[in-house]
């Protein structure tokens, strides 16, 4: 039992054994170490005191309206959820929802147990009609499940228990068995297994989408257990998966079962399969192998046993200790079972669920996604399918060798559903093909449903062709026949940096574009360039406009949704009536929190500058910002910041091409020897490879001279939506000094960018409204890209940094307020000239006492 130390009535906070922090519910919000008070609120929905806020000076934003993450889970809330980098929201987020989930599960079990206690004499229930003694035995036997399933729960309790203990004592592997010298099965393959399979579309309905694919949970399930209410934690990169379940290790939730889902080619541990470098292979040859099985004398895959016993065990082991996706298939190669299907298996009896997608329902699940400031980009950009004229000739090729080699063993429907494929692709490469002079070297937009009736194949039903190709594998098999016949030179030809894979069926994203054409007519647009010097590099585009129902089916199964993120502003795109992501939810079922920084407002200074030394206006709109006078002021700007500044300063530009301009005027005259004279320059390199090295110099020539007299720390000259804009840490010395020139407004000329902002205008318009949102819209594109790029600077408590914003537009109070919440609260300072801006600046590291 945790015993309370500490009891402070005014603020509703209790202290127990110096590291947990109880508020005033009926059970303690565990934390590993005492939380920030905008941890707390962004768990809870607590009121600090003025008295508790004295002594932890912070910036916070916290009000009535605005629900916490505990309430937001009890009430089955969309939130969006802000919290600053170095803010600890994995940590709150993570301690926040375990807690909601023991206290539902806890809850839950009460109400069940109230239901079979029998009702005082005289007072009705709803089965009131019913003769008592129906009821009474109605009771005993609702009872006796519940105390059945509760013995087995707490029978599998004692054996995780058992296992945490066994790992405690002798250490993780050894409690693991020793992996038998298995070497999967190595039979040669044979050209049969590229055959498709027969498929029959009457009934339709035999299958869901899949069904081909093995679904191994559809077995009994090892535990025995009903399904529990899952978290479903989703973030980008399998980096980020590890580093929150890192944060999970840390936490008092032990006991949580969680399991972290990852690929085949991560996961598999049969070297048969493992040596394909296809992942398209690898997929098909275990699902060949799971259903081979099956069959007699079937060639099958040792680690997917059939044992449950060992299934459970595997299970156990995955459920009894917080574990990452690299522990998981070590404990896989140890106990000679499948990693990729035994943590699906897991999936079922566990609470918290890392991974995004495969085997998952969100039915009646929290769904969390972290890094949710890009989630319109990203819907969008998964639903926007290319396909350019190299897949469809190489598509058609494989299909047509592929329908010579097997046409006399397919049968009939397969035979109609292949030729109706093939005639699909040959419209699509005509669209490719202009046959007019003016519509020679042009790229031109349709609505989707235009786009079919143009190509002549609106008789053809694509949501049939959908299922077909769902359920048949053919991509897959076509690959695979591919691989074995096709003259190395031509896959060679066809594989360079904006092609795909060799390895990868170019009737994948054929099947992708014709999916695409079954959506809403008004949601998409067909966007076609036809390149009259280079016919390969013609390509087709389908354009997501509206993101909102590819996410509604997420919004509407789960029971609550986080999104959460550093800096979530401008939020309007989520919430906005004309382009917002839940058009059809209430309003009331959406809430946001915002929290503020760690950091007190001294640590960080925002100016606006609106001029340079030589009184010119910074006004780097499109048409003024090639003027070489307004460069060279820009160069003498920067060349000022440096002299007062410590360490280093990341100075971000609009796009590659305006940071060439610059550069190589700067080069051409005094203004970058001036610049290097105070500190090493450095510019974003284009190709990813370079970055690493470029990013360690800047670091390392900054660690170097830092202290030096004259010569200190280093710039470095990046592009907003760049390699360097997201997910890079300039903490510290890295950062000290932000600049940000002009609002990096994207490309107004760009097709796709006026087809969407058409879109929103005439969203709009149909309501009535004024088409002045199309404005905000653009606006926000821009104000998200300068929002990700400045908060790369303060990452912790004690971090400190001066963010420059170089032009006058960013006075306007519109442009203001889709600065991020936790900067416009330490305040925007516009100093009215530029030797006061200078001077500020130069005060502001003078002066700053870190963490003060
Ligand atoms: S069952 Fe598992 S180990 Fe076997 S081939 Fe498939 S993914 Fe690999």
């Given at each position: 039992?945790?015993?309370?130390?500490?009891?402070?009535?005014?603020?509703?906070?209790?202290?127990?054994?110096?590291?947990?922090?109880?508020?005033?519910?009926?059970?303690?919000?565990?934390?590993?170490?005492?939380?920030?008070?905008?941890?707390?609120?962004?768990?809870?929905?607590?009121?600090?005191?003025?008295?508790?806020?004295?002594?932890?000076?912070?910036?916070?934003?916290?009000?009535?309206?605005?629900?916490?993450?505990?309430?937001?889970?009890?009430?089955?809330?969309?939130?969006?959820?802000?919290?600053?980098?170095?803010?600890?929201?994995?940590?709150?987020?993570?301690?926040?929802?375990?807690?909601?989930?023991?206290?539902?599960?806890?809850?839950?079990?009460?109400?069940?147990?109230?239901?079979?206690?029998?009702?005082?004499?005289?007072?009705?229930?709803?089965?009131?009609?019913?003769?008592?003694?129906?009821?009474?035995?109605?009771?005993?036997?609702?009872?006796?499940?519940?105390?059945?399933?509760?013995?087995?729960?707490?029978?599998?309790?004692?054996?995780?228990?058992?296992?945490?203990?066994?790992?405690?004592?002798?250490?993780?592997?050894?409690?693991?068995?020793?992996?038998?010298?298995?070497?999967?099965?190595?039979?040669?393959?044979?050209?049969?297994?590229?055959?498709?399979?027969?498929?029959?579309?009457?009934?339709?309905?035999?299958?869901?989408?899949?069904?081909?694919?093995?679904?191994?949970?559809?077995?009994?399930?090892?535990?025995?257990?009903?399904?529990?209410?899952?978290?479903?934690?989703?973030?980008?990169?399998?980096?980020?998966?590890?580093?929150?379940?890192?944060?999970?290790?840390?936490?008092?939730?032990?006991?949580?079962?969680?399991v972290s889902l990852g690929s085949r080619q991560t996961m598999c541990i049969n070297d048969s399969v493992k040596q394909l470098k296809s992942v398209s292979r690898m997929n098909d040859k275990c699902l060949d192998l799971i259903k081979g099985a099956s069959k007699e004398?079937?060639?099958?895959?040792?680690?997917?046993?059939?044992?449950?016993?060992?299934?459970?065990?595997?299970?156990?082991?995955?459920?009894?200790?917080?574990?990452?996706?690299?522990?998981?298939?070590?404990?896989?190669?140890?106990?000679?079972?499948?990693?990729?299907?035994?943590?699906?298996?897991?999936v079922r009896t566990s609470q918290k669920t890392a991974r995004e997608s495969v085997g998952i329902t969100v039915k009646g699940n929290i769904v969390i996604i972290d890094e949710a400031h890009n989630l319109i980009d990203a819907i969008t950009s998964v639903h926007s399918v290319s396909l350019d004229s190299r897949q469809l000739n190489r598509s058609d090729a494989q299909l047509q060798s592929y329908l010579q080699k097997y046409k006399s063993r397919l049968k009939g429907k397969t035979l109609a559903y292949i030729r109706q494929l093939l005639l699909l692709i040959k419209a699509l490469q005509r669209a490719l093909r202009p046959l007019t002079s003016e519509e020679r070297a042009q790229s031109y937009i349709r609505r989707t449903n235009d786009f079919v009736h143009d190509l002549d194949i609106d008789h053809i039903n694509l949501f049939k062709i959908e299922r077909y190709l769902a359920n048949s594998g053919l991509a897959q098999k076509l690959q695979g026949f591919a691989e074995r016949t096709e003259d190395p030179k031509v896959a060679a030809d066809t594989e360079d940096t904006d092609f795909m894979p060799k390895h990868v069926s170019p009737l994948k994203p054929v099947e992708a574009f014709l999916m695409s054409l079954t959506n809403p007519d008004l949601e998409g647009r067909i966007v076609v360039n036809i390149s009259e010097a280079d016919s390969s590099a013609s390509n087709l585009k389908y354009l997501l406009l509206n993101p909102a129902n590819c996410f509604r089916s997420i919004v509407e199964d789960a029971r609550a949704v986080v999104l959460a993120g550093g800096t979530m502003e401008p939020v309007q795109d989520l919430l906005h009536e004309f382009f917002q992501l839940f058009p059809y939810l209430p309003t009331d079922r959406i809430s946001r929190f915002t929290c503020g920084h760690i950091i007190p407002p001294t640590s960080l200074l925002t100016t606006i500058v609106a001029n340079g030394p030589n009184q010119i206006d910074f006004d780097f709109t499109f048409e003024k910002r090639n003027d070489g006078k307004l460069i060279d002021e820009l160069g003498g700007a920067i060349a000022n910041f440096c002299n007062v500044t410590p360490g280093g300063v990341v100075c971000f530009f609009a796009s590659y091409d305006y940071l060439d301009v610059v550069y190589n005027r700067w080069q051409m005259g005094r203004i970058l020897s001036r610049i290097n004279s105070k500190k090493q320059v450095f510019k974003e390199p284009k190709q990813s490879v370079l970055v690493d090295t470029t990013l360690t110099a800047y670091a390392q020539c900054i660690r170097n001279t830092s202290n030096l007299q004259g010569h200190t720390g280093a710039i470095l000259f990046a592009v907003v939506g760049g390699k360097m804009s997201e997910g890079i840490n300039f903490s510290d010395d890295l950062g000290r000094l932000v600049i940000m020139v002009g609002l990096p407004f994207p490309n107004i000329r760009s097709p796709e960018l006026k087809e969407k902002l058409n879109y929103v205008k005439a969203r709009a318009s149909l309501r009535g409204s004024d088409c002045a949102v199309a404005n905000d819209y653009y606006e926000n594109l821009c104000m998200k890209a300068v929002n990700q790029s400045?908060?790369?600077?303060?990452?912790?408590?004690?971090?400190?940094?001066?963010?420059?914003?170089?032009?006058?537009?960013?006075?306007?109070?519109?442009?203001?307020?889709?600065?991020?919440?936790?900067?416009?609260?330490?305040?925007?300072?516009?100093?009215?000239?530029?030797?006061?801006?200078?001077?500020?600046?130069?005060?502001?590291?003078?002066?700053?006492?870190?963490?003060?």
């Amino acid at each position: 039992m945790t015993k309370i130390e500490e009891e402070d009535d005014r603020t509703g906070i209790e202290r127990i054994s110096g590291k947990s922090v109880v508020l005033t519910e009926d059970s303690p919000f565990l934390f590993p170490f005492d939380p920030w008070p905008i941890q707390l609120a962004f768990m809870t929905r607590l009121q600090l005191s003025l008295k508790m806020l004295k002594h932890r000076p912070l910036i916070l934003t916290v009000s009535a309206s605005l629900f916490s993450l505990y309430e937001g889970l009890s009430l089955g809330k969309v939130m969006i959820m802000e919290s600053p980098t170095g803010t600890g929201k994995s940590l709150s987020l993570l301690c926040g929802s375990l807690k909601w989930l023991h206290d539902f599960h806890r809850k839950l079990e009460v109400e069940e147990y109230a239901k079979c206690v029998p009702n005082e004499p005289g007072v009705s229930n709803s089965g009131a009609d019913e003769p008592s003694w129906v009821l009474e035995h109605e009771r005993k036997v609702a009872l006796r499940e519940l105390e059945y399933a509760a013995e087995r729960k707490r029978k599998r309790a004692q054996r995780l228990e058992e296992l945490r203990q066994a790992e405690k004592e002798n250490g993780w592997r050894q409690t693991l068995k020793r992996p038998k010298n298995h070497h999967g099965n190595d039979e040669e393959e044979d050209p049969q297994e590229f055959l498709v399979n027969e498929y029959e579309s009457e009934p339709e309905a035999s299958g869901k989408r899949g069904d081909l694919v093995d679904n191994p949970t559809d077995s009994d399930d090892p535990q025995d257990e009903r399904d529990e209410l899952k978290i479903i934690y989703c973030s980008r990169t399998h980096s980020q998966i590890s580093q929150f379940i890192k944060e999970m290790q840390k936490t008092a939730y032990q006991t949580v079962k969680s399991v972290s889902l990852g690929s085949r080619q991560t996961m598999c541990i049969n070297d048969s399969v493992k040596q394909l470098k296809s992942v398209s292979r690898m997929n098909d040859k275990c699902l060949d192998l799971i259903k081979g099985a099956s069959k007699e004398g079937g060639s099958y895959c040792p680690y997917r046993s059939k044992d449950q016993q060992k299934r459970a065990l595997f299970t156990d082991h995955i459920h009894a200790v917080i574990r990452d996706i690299e522990e998981i298939v070590e404990t896989g190669k140890r106990q000679d079972t499948c990693p990729y299907f035994g943590s699906r298996d897991a999936v079922r009896t566990s609470q918290k669920t890392a991974r995004e997608s495969v085997g998952i329902t969100v039915k009646g699940n929290i769904v969390i996604i972290d890094e949710a400031h890009n989630l319109i980009d990203a819907i969008t950009s998964v639903h926007s399918v290319s396909l350019d004229s190299r897949q469809l000739n190489r598509s058609d090729a494989q299909l047509q060798s592929y329908l010579q080699k097997y046409k006399s063993r397919l049968k009939g429907k397969t035979l109609a559903y292949i030729r109706q494929l093939l005639l699909l692709i040959k419209a699509l490469q005509r669209a490719l093909r202009p046959l007019t002079s003016e519509e020679r070297a042009q790229s031109y937009i349709r609505r989707t449903n235009d786009f079919v009736h143009d190509l002549d194949i609106d008789h053809i039903n694509l949501f049939k062709i959908e299922r077909y190709l769902a359920n048949s594998g053919l991509a897959q098999k076509l690959q695979g026949f591919a691989e074995r016949t096709e003259d190395p030179k031509v896959a060679a030809d066809t594989e360079d940096t904006d092609f795909m894979p060799k390895h990868v069926s170019p009737l994948k994203p054929v099947e992708a574009f014709l999916m695409s054409l079954t959506n809403p007519d008004l949601e998409g647009r067909i966007v076609v360039n036809i390149s009259e010097a280079d016919s390969s590099a013609s390509n087709l585009k389908y354009l997501l406009l509206n993101p909102a129902n590819c996410f509604r089916s997420i919004v509407e199964d789960a029971r609550a949704v986080v999104l959460a993120g550093g800096t979530m502003e401008p939020v309007q795109d989520l919430l906005h009536e004309f382009f917002q992501l839940f058009p059809y939810l209430p309003t009331d079922r959406i809430s946001r929190f915002t929290c503020g920084h760690i950091i007190p407002p001294t640590s960080l200074l925002t100016t606006i500058v609106a001029n340079g030394p030589n009184q010119i206006d910074f006004d780097f709109t499109f048409e003024k910002r090639n003027d070489g006078k307004l460069i060279d002021e820009l160069g003498g700007a920067i060349a000022n910041f440096c002299n007062v500044t410590p360490g280093g300063v990341v100075c971000f530009f609009a796009s590659y091409d305006y940071l060439d301009v610059v550069y190589n005027r700067w080069q051409m005259g005094r203004i970058l020897s001036r610049i290097n004279s105070k500190k090493q320059v450095f510019k974003e390199p284009k190709q990813s490879v370079l970055v690493d090295t470029t990013l360690t110099a800047y670091a390392q020539c900054i660690r170097n001279t830092s202290n030096l007299q004259g010569h200190t720390g280093a710039i470095l000259f990046a592009v907003v939506g760049g390699k360097m804009s997201e997910g890079i840490n300039f903490s510290d010395d890295l950062g000290r000094l932000v600049i940000m020139v002009g609002l990096p407004f994207p490309n107004i000329r760009s097709p796709e960018l006026k087809e969407k902002l058409n879109y929103v205008k005439a969203r709009a318009s149909l309501r009535g409204s004024d088409c002045a949102v199309a404005n905000d819209y653009y606006e926000n594109l821009c104000m998200k890209a300068v929002n990700q790029s400045i908060g790369r600077a303060i990452r912790h408590k004690d971090d400190y940094a001066a963010i420059v914003l170089l032009d006058h537009r960013y006075g306007q109070q519109r442009i203001k307020q889709k600065l991020p919440g936790w900067i416009r609260d330490a305040g925007i300072r516009e100093p009215g000239g530029f030797g006061r801006a200078i001077a500020e600046v130069s005060k502001f590291f003078r002066g700053i006492k870190p963490g003060c």
